[in-house]
């Protein structure tokens, strides 16, 4: 799954890049998206064969499990979402389109390096939840790694702001630039929430 995740977002960091470069224009983050999706649905069926089926047997057990995950999936959406809606009302649709190919930019840390790295640890915090020192040493090996390489990432979009969006985005999105530096400290602060909620999970 891991492996899977990585060659997944590897090959639409590449499919996004090749399209920003050949057509120039926003639909290169449409088409990325969409090759995400595709590549993660096809192989997910090349590296396990079950085809899911509707059924209940469980669903009690499913449900107490399940139960809590809902309600904290809508508030995450509405805390995600309600920047942009702010946003929308205050500086219209030209602010808003700026303010979140800023966010997206600032996020692709997290989302392409630093979640398929964590994702490996959350089997060896399973395994290791029996024996309560071993899974306190897990989790803080695994806290301490991920945050490692988040630390410096952080660093340099926070103090080089500019420099990263000259590079990424280019000349015309310097105005926006200083976005950059205040959405870089989501990148530890979405580090703590991830091991907070996998805790959560494991137990």
Partial sequence: IVKLSIITKVMTVIVVIITALTLQNYWALVVGKVVGTFSGLIGSYLIYSYRPKFQLTNAKEQWRFSGWVIPQSIFGYVRTQLDSFLVSSSFGLAGLGSYNT???????????????????????????????????????????????????????????????????????????SYLMSFFSLLIPAAVVLRQATRVLLVY
Avoid at 110 to 132: C, G
């Fill in 102 to 176: 800023i966010k997206y930019i600032s996020y692709m840390p997290n989302a392409y390096l630093l979640l398929p790295i964590s994702q490996t640890f959350l089997v060896e915090l399973v395994k290791a939840k029996v024996d309560r020192n071993y899974f306190n040493k897990q989790y803080n090996a695994s806290f301490i790694l991920i945050m490692l390489i988040a630390a410096p990432i952080t660093s340099i979009m926070y103090l080089h702001h500019k420099l990263v969006t000259l590079l990424i985005l280019g000349p015309n999105w310097l105005e926006y």
